[in-house]
Each structure stands twice: as structure tokens, then as C-alpha cells.
T-cell receptor, first 108, second 115 residues
Framework: GQQVMQIPQYQHVQEGEDFTTYCNSS?????IQWYKQRPGGHPVFLIQ?????EVKKQKRLTFQFGEAKKNSSLHITATQTTDVGTYFC????????FGQGTELSVKP | DAGVIQSPRHEVTEMGQEVTLRCKPI?????LFWYRQTMMRGLELLIY????????DSGMPEDRFSAKMPNASFSTLKIQPSEPRDSAVYFC???FGQGFSYEQYFGPGTRLTVT
């Protein structure tokens, strides 16, 4: 069945370092969504990418959708302690399939 | 504006008991989703309603699980009888639009523990 894989599963960084999580789908996606879940919290929508090769920025966060619309990435520049949480990608394939998430911890 | 409201926030029950989780979506949203989150299986869609009608319930684990949406402002997820493997965080989410290409707003979740 449809799968959405995310790597890495965990990432520990020093505050100020950059962070990247990668998302790969087994099939072409019409769009991809990114969510953030703080520890003990609920997923919160960050952004949706629709176009092939699309790049969107939100302050220190850069989101990219691959040319083949089968992969995506989220890059955070100069991480802060407020970036701590799990980042999920999700793609619609009959239903919304979530990746396993990348848990980011930031050491001050 | 209030977001998605779920109750209870925590539920501890014994195996075999009936559990009912409740959700109030954001006013004006016409799609509602129930998810289950566990460490082993991640975030899984259980059921999706559009305009109060169940559209996709393929994620409902088994007949012990049932969901209803009697009106646009209320939905329930019932587990009867509950089992320890049902222990998880259950999220309700809503969106404006049909399908899975719209931003979903998640509620705070219900943490269910079945002993």
C-alpha cells in the first residue's frame, strides 16, 4: 500500500545548528502537508506544497517539494529551543498518510 | 474562536468496558477525522466524515470500534468492549473542504489507557 517514509527518526542538535528532515512517498502525490507536534501536544498544520519543485519559506523554515512530487524536505536554519517537537509530513493517497515523523531535540 | 474540542482529555478504564470519546469540530468545517496515535504505529486515520456522512472507515480496526456524527457540531468514537491494545491518544480533526487536500485542525486529543 501507499507509504510515506521520513528520515531521520530522531535528530539531536545544538541550538543554532541547522536541521533537515526528509520525506519520501512510494507514489506521486498531488500535494504534501507538513505538521508540527510539540511534546504532549497535538499536530499543528505548518504548510502545504502543491507544485512540482515548489519551495516555500516561513521565517527560518524552508519547505521543498520534489520535481517528481514524490519527496519533500523541511529545513530549519539556526534552530532554537522553540523548534523542539516532532515534524510530520503527510500526503493524500485515498486518505491522508502520515510519515513516522522526525523528533527534533535542541540543546541550549 | 474555539478550536476543535475533545472530551475527555484523559480516560482510564478497565478491559471490557465501553469507552466513548467526543469531539466538537470547528464551526463551519464540513469534514471531520478521527485519528489514533501510538508509538508503534504512528498517526493513523480511523474514519473520515464529510457533511456528517462517513466516507472512509477503512481504518477502523475492528467491529469493536464505531463512530457517529449525528450533526455538524458533534461526533463520537465508541470502543466496546475496550482492550489494553486500544491504549493510545485519539485525535479528532476538522477541515473546511472535502477530501484530504485541506489543512486539518487537530483537537488536543484524548489519552486512553485500558488496563
Amino acid at each position: 500500500g501507499q507509504q510515506v517514509m521520513q528520515i531521520p527518526q530522531y535528530q539531536h542538535v545544538q541550538e543554532g545548528e541547522d536541521f533537515t528532515t526528509y520525506c519520501n512517498s512510494s507514489t506521486t502525490l498531488s500535494n504534501i502537508q507538513w505538521y508540527k507536534q510539540r511534546p504532549g501536544g497535538h499536530p499543528v498544520f505548518l504548510i502545504q506544497l502543491v507544485k512540482s519543485g515548489e519551495v516555500k519559506k516561513q521565517k527560518r523554515l524552508t519547505f521543498q517539494f520534489g520535481e517528481a512530487k514524490k519527496n519533500s524536505s523541511l529545513h530549519i536554519t539556526a534552530t532554537q529551543t522553540t523548534d523542539v517537537g516532532t515534524y510530520f509530513c503527510a500526503g493524500p493517497a485515498g486518505k491522508l498518510i502520515f510519515g513516522q515523523g522526525t523528533e527534533l531535540s535542541v540543546k541550549p | 474562536d474555539a478550536g476543535v474540542i475533545q472530551s475527555p482529555r484523559h480516560e482510564v478504564t478497565e478491559m471490557g468496558q465501553e469507552v466513548t470519546l467526543r469531539c466538537k469540530p470547528i464551526s463551519g468545517h464540513n469534514s471531520l477525522f478521527w485519528y489514533r496515535q501510538t508509538m508503534m504505529r504512528g498517526l493513523e486515520l480511523l474514519i473520515y466524515f464529510n457533511n456528517n456522512v462517513p466516507i472512509d472507515d477503512s481504518g477502523m480496526p475492528e467491529d469493536r470500534f464505531s463512530a457517529k456524527m449525528p450533526n455538524a457540531s458533534f461526533s463520537t468514537l465508541k470502543i466496546q468492549p475496550s482492550e489494553p491494545r486500544d491504549s493510545a491518544v485519539y485525535f479528532c480533526a476538522s477541515s473546511f473542504g472535502q477530501g484530504f487536500s485541506y489543512e486539518q485542525y487537530f483537537g488536543p486529543g484524548t489519552r486512553l489507557t485500558v488496563t
